[in-house]
Nanobody, 132 residues
């Protein structure tokens, strides 16, 4: 399985972007998928997770109410809609897939990020820049 992100770009504060994570070589249908980001000089942080069927979703507090994750298993693609973007949302956004993180989960996003880092299949990332 390989995953690749797309849809990044530059937007002004308050703007929107939709990122896509598309898989090839295998199906995403049996895998939990997560979105992560890394700002310059900072560690990778978890942004959002979505369960196999899309029923369960988890968001970081910093994006709750602004970002929305979804998936289309027929297209082997997971999306994240990002609205009301802020300068602090700037960074490289990655998607990753794993069978080792069942959902729903009450674990902290930091713990889940560590699990994805250890067991997940990661894409190369796409840059998001929010600036006036």
């Amino acid at each position: 399985l390989q995953v690749v992100e797309s849809g990044g770009g530059s937007v002004q504060p308050g703007g929107s972007l939709r990122l896509s994570c598309t898989a090839s070589g295998d199906t995403l249908e049996s895998m939990t998928v997560g979105w992560f980001r890394q700002a310059p000089g900072k560690e990778t942080e978890g942004v959002s997770l979505i369960s196999l069927s899309g029923t369960f979703k988890k968001y970081a507090d910093s994006v709750q109410g602004r970002f929305s994750v979804s998936r289309d298993n027929a297209k082997n693609t997971v999306y994240i809609q990002m609205n009301s973007l802020r300068s602090e949302d700037t960074g490289t956004y990655y998607c990753a897939a794993t069978r080792e993180v069942p959902m729903p989960t009450t674990q902290a996003m930091s713990t889940l990020t560590d699990k994805f880092r250890r067991d997940g299949i990661w894409g190369p990332g796409t840059q998001v820049t929010v600036s006036s």
